[in-house]
């Protein structure tokens, strides 16, 4: 009885909303490796940086030991328009489960972008507008990212110029318009609009791109043009720095009720939202003040963490940004065409790398089917149709809530439900047909991708 004090969801209010962000790399010790410049192979310098980042984002970039960043009062009042988002306790799972876990999930998908990627988008654009630039550009896999940042570019009235990896943007016509609906101008990926799209297109024809490329292009479209810069939607720790306001809010709101999880569960694609809700939890881990259970859950055809290796590789197929050490497939890995565009990335953030080789997370695969069995089932009983990409936290939670049913302990289980499915419905259409299929790359897949990685002492 005592339990059902806690409500179906916890809503803070605006004043219980974090002022900072979190920089969870000050309390690090091991601390991830520095960016190092393609050029001189040496660590990247600020001026350096801030060619192709605003210049607050590469300072951002390169802090790594001051622990609150301040949440600029515009930036703020943004969030309000959807934040504090809930925590929900998934009651209704439980009982369909007969778990004796309590779970919970941080709803990130009240927003017309229908993900996360808002939380940073407005912060990007925030100080690239602060800087006085015209505009900025960037990539996007499933569409997410782009049009949160159309979003916060139509806010801030910045021009938005969008790379959209070419198979989401024939399958997701739907994403496509919401962006341009607000303004941005969209290219399919590769494209022969840049110098490094036209390379990519003669060594790969007929190809359905990828993130990597798209980066490349939209990091050239930058550079190659004055008040121009370059914005990322993950992998970076400015991004996963952002993010760490669902992971304030997440704590705030347990400490509300006196409750204590005992796992912390998140989709990675870069990383920037796992990182982001983990960061505060790992935070009181590096200092001996508690201890968790931190699991990364990413897709089986794209396994960055779980079968990737620790080293420096670019971010990008086009190794115009710098190098970053993260686990990684290699840059010019390219993933088979999964329905979680979000997820097919090579490599993944340097913060949650570090954390990662340091024994305080674990990594996990899981197969797509069971992805979207485990997102049907949620839906069934939750009333949310979620993103495949959050599905694989959604399948994780429950594969964790029924180990629990076998041994009888009640678990308390949070995961990050990072986005809606709305524009995912050819995917899950795939599913309902029966002709969804499982890919996972080969041995000799995964060794083509490590052969891009580039090599030079100490990187081997
Ligand atoms: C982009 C995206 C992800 C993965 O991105 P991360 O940077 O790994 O957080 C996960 N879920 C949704 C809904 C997304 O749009």
Redesign the pocket.
Known sequence: MEEKKIPYKIYLSEDEMPRAWYNVRADMTNKPAPLLDGETMQPITLEKLSEVFCEELARQEMDDTTAWFEIPEEIRNFYKMYRPSPLVRAYCLEEKLGTPAHIYYKF??NNTS????LNSAIAQAYYAKRQGLKGVTTET??G??GTALSMACAYLGLDCEVFMVKCSYEQKPFRREVMRTYGANVTPSPSNTTAVGRKILEQFPGTSGSLGCAISEAVEAATSREGYRYVL???LSQ?LLH?TIIGLETQTALRKYGIKPDMII???????????LIAPFAGEMLRGEANYQLIAVEPASCPSLTRGVYRYDYCDTGAICPLQKMYTLGNGFIPAATHSG??R?HGM?AIVSQLYEDGLMEARSVAQTDVFAAAQEFAKCEGILP?P??SHAIKVAIDEALKCKETGESKTIVFGL???GYFDMMSYGKFNDGLMTDYVPTEEELRRGFDSIPKFPGNE
């Open positions: 990130e998908g229908g993900s996360h990627k896999g499933a997410q990212w939607g993950s992998v991004v993010q998140g989709c990675a694609g870069g990383g920037s939202n796992l990182g982001g979000g997820l990335y953030s993103a990409e959050s990072t986005g809606t």
